[in-house]
């Protein structure tokens, strides 16, 4: 499957964001998907992650619980992570990913990922 990330940008802190990640090429109803980011000089790490359609049950990052959101439209093939309340911790490069197992929070099991987009939080 392949995934294209967008909706990056800069916002001032206190703002909000809508990132989105269009998938191709499989069965997107079959993978549940993520959303990771990596910071300037950390490791990437997990935000949230959606399990299948006749699931759907969301798994958030203690970090952005209550203020992120992410859903899932399997008719257009596209995932969504809407961002409210958003701070400086909050930048970095925001990626989304695939997996056709179970959800987790590791990025190893994550089979297939985004390019990528920049969110920048400033103060």
């Known amino acids: 499957v392949q995934l294209q990330a967008s909706g990056g940008g800069l916002v001032q802190a206190g703002g909000s964001l809508r990132l989105s990640c269009a998938a191709s090429g499989h069965t997107f109803s079959s993978y549940v998907m993520a959303w990771f980011r990596q910071a300037p000089g950390k490791d990437r790490e997990f935000v949230a992650a959606?399990?299948?359609?006749?699931?759907?049950?969301?798994y958030y990052a203690e970090s952005v619980k209550g203020r992120f959101t992410i859903s899932r439209d399997n008719a257009k093939n596209t995932m969504d992570l809407q961002m409210n309340s958003l701070n400086p911790l909050d930048t970095a490069v925001y990626y989304c990913?695939?997996?056709?197992?179970?959800?987790?929070?590791?990025?190893?099991?994550?089979?297939?990922w985004g390019q990528g987009t920049l969110v920048t939080v400033s103060s």
């Open positions: 959606i399990s299948w359609p006749g699931d759907s049950t969301r």
């Open positions: 990913a695939a997996s056709p197992r179970s959800w987790t929070k590791y990025e190893g099991d994550y089979d297939y």
